[in-house]
């Protein structure tokens, strides 16, 4: 099977422009997770996907940042109105069936999606 | 999820063993301690991950004591191919009340 996808690998954009970033995740993965990591910072955690659901969206940065995901797969991150603080690369990660309580499930991560606002 | 605490740059040569500590002196009983290496430009990946005493694999060892209050990550003969960042993240699930802590990683550089 292959890994995590992210779309597209680079993205530049203006300010005040929406963007959307898509993850694929590994087939079967019902956990998915989306972070943000600045240069020569480290991971930021956005959101969790548990199926299509989304337990806490506190870690989204503004209400410009949302995510969805549909039919237990792909996941899209939309950025709203960019803003170049918005610049990182967005990295996604799934992980298999994950209940709460149970063992912190191992998470394999896309190569990232970098995004440049102007 | 317990808070960790890393040196922020470590630097060791090939052949030599390096030892990367993890302080997460709040971690609660069910949390496992997760170790991920990444290289640049890439996501991380896993390396190793344990409940208490020491975990071996193929890559490296992770070494836990009685009180787990801190995790040791052995790296053996490293190589140039092991210069990345390193993070340990401890817990145990992701509820509406947990937000994911990677914290800021030890970067390792290794010299020929």
């Known amino acids: 099977g292959a890994g995590v996808s992210q779309s597209p690998s680079n993205k530049v954009t203006e300010k005040g422009k929406d963007v959307e970033l898509r993850c694929d995740p590994i087939?079967?993965?019902?956990?998915l997770y989306w972070y943000r990591q600045s240069l020569g910072q480290g991971l930021e955690f956005l959101i969790y996907f548990q199926g299509n659901s989304a337990p806490d969206k506190s870690g989204l940065p503004s209400d410009r940042f949302s995510a969805e995901r549909t039919g237990g797969s792909v996941s899209t991150l939309t950025i709203q109105r960019t803003q170049q603080e918005d610049s990182a690369v967005y990295l996604c990660a799934s992980s298999l069936a994950l209940n709460s309580g149970v063992v912190t499930d191992t998470q394999y991560f896309g190569p990232g999606t970098r995004l440049t606002v102007l | 999820l317990a808070k960790t605490t890393q040196p922020i740059s470590m630097d060791s040569y090939e052949g030599q063993e390096v030892n990367i500590t993890c302080s997460h002196n709040?971690?609660?009983?069910?949390?496992?301690i997760t170790w991920y290496q990444q290289f640049p430009s890439q996501g991380p990946r896993f390396i190793i991950q344990?409940?208490?005493t020491k975990v071996t694999n193929e890559v490296a060892s992770l070494f836990i004591p009685a009180d787990r209050k801190s995790s040791t990550l052995s790296l053996p003969r490293v190589s140039l191919s092991d210069t990345a960042v390193y993070y340990c993240?401890?817990?145990?699930?992701?509820?509406?009340?947990?937000?994911?802590?990677f914290g800021s990683g030890t970067r390792l550089s290794i010299r020929p």
């Open positions: 087939s079967g993965h019902t956990a």
């Open positions: 709040n971690i609660a009983t069910n949390d496992y």
């Open positions: 344990g409940y208490k």
């Open positions: 993240l401890v817990g145990r699930s992701y509820s509406s009340a947990s937000k994911i802590i």
